[in-house]
């Protein structure tokens, strides 16, 4: 199963031929689209490194006429940002056959829901901050068509392209890192312990985590036996991110840093550290 482009298909197709994309071509079916849903409605968020792999659904109401075998005509999903003719950057849905199912049907048309898979590799997709924004949802209709009968000395092979953008929406965010370390341990009580840490988040330019400051995160204690954390205190990450403030140590418990996140980054908790209090 071929994988499809909207860059190759829209850029390579009408940019640099130079061509004007006409309104609408005369055979371009009628597809319709009903919701789309990516991820399950929440922000992907993307590291540095690893994959990213989220849920696709949607619904589409066709010709009944028009016959998607996934071999010579494919319906597939994907996220773009910028114009749909000219996309900054697309994230191409999965080249695996969609998941299909039949839910009405008319004397001419038919209507499916879909479950599909678009995954996001950073080092591949993720070139610079300006794709922690929102996306868009487009479809593409691919259909081809194949001569391979040589007996007249000619064969043929001709691929056609739909594309409906706009369909829906998906946040992308870069993933942040936050980390906590109290000290001294263990510490006279009455004595003054210092929270350190450090809010970095992913820089896809560089391939690494670099200092997110200006920040506010939020220092929280729970106590030996607690069940829950409370707030201490607000901290503003400086440069590099660090994170620096001073509390008076009082009982055994643990410290944290939580960050609410941005539009841009995802929120994120640092795991605890415990200080013993003698």
Not at 22 to 42: I, Q, R, Y
Not at 246 to 270: E, H, P
Request: charged share 20%; proline share 4%.
């Amino acid at each position: 199963m071929r994988k499809l482009a909207i860059g190759a298909v829209v850029s390579g197709a009408l940019a640099l031929t130079g061509l004007a994309a006409p309104s609408a071509l005369a055979d371009t079916p009628h597809l319709t689209f009903g919701a789309v849903t990516v991820n399950n409605g929440k922000p992907i968020v993307a590291d540095v490194k690893d994959k990213v792999t989220v849920p696709v659904t949607y619904s589409f109401t066709r010709p009944s006429d028009l016959v998607i075998d996934n071999e010579n005509t494919f319906l597939g999903v994907a996220l773009y940002r910028g114009r749909l003719a000219s996309p900054s950057n697309t994230l191409e849905g999965s080249a695996k056959q969609p998941v299909c199912t039949t839910t009405a049907t008319t004397d001419t048309t038919v209507t499916q829901s879909c479950t599909t898979k678009i995954t996001v590799d950073p080092r591949e997709h993720l070139m610079s901050a300006a794709d922690a924004t929102t996306w868009k949802v487009a479809a593409i209709l691919s259909r081809t068509s194949v001569d391979e009968d040589d007996s007249d000395d000619h064969i043929g092979f001709e691929n056609g392209f739909d594309i409906w953008g706009n369909l829906g929406t998906a946040k992308l965010q870069r993933a942040a890192k936050l980390t906590v370390n109290a000290t001294p341990e263990p510490v006279a009580k009455g004595r003054t312990l210092t929270v350190k840490g450090a809010l970095t988040r992913a820089n896809w330019e560089t391939g690494r985590h670099s200092g997110y400051r200006d920040q506010k995160v939020t220092l929280q204690f729970k106590a030996k036996g607690a069940t829950a954390y409370t707030d201490v205190k607000t901290v503003t990450s400086g440069t590099g991110g660090a994170l620096s403030t001073t509390v008076k140590a009082l009982k055994d418990g643990s410290y944290r840093y939580t960050f609410a996140g941005t539009s841009t980054t995802a929120a994120k908790t640092s795991a605890g550290d415990h200080v013993d209090v003698r």
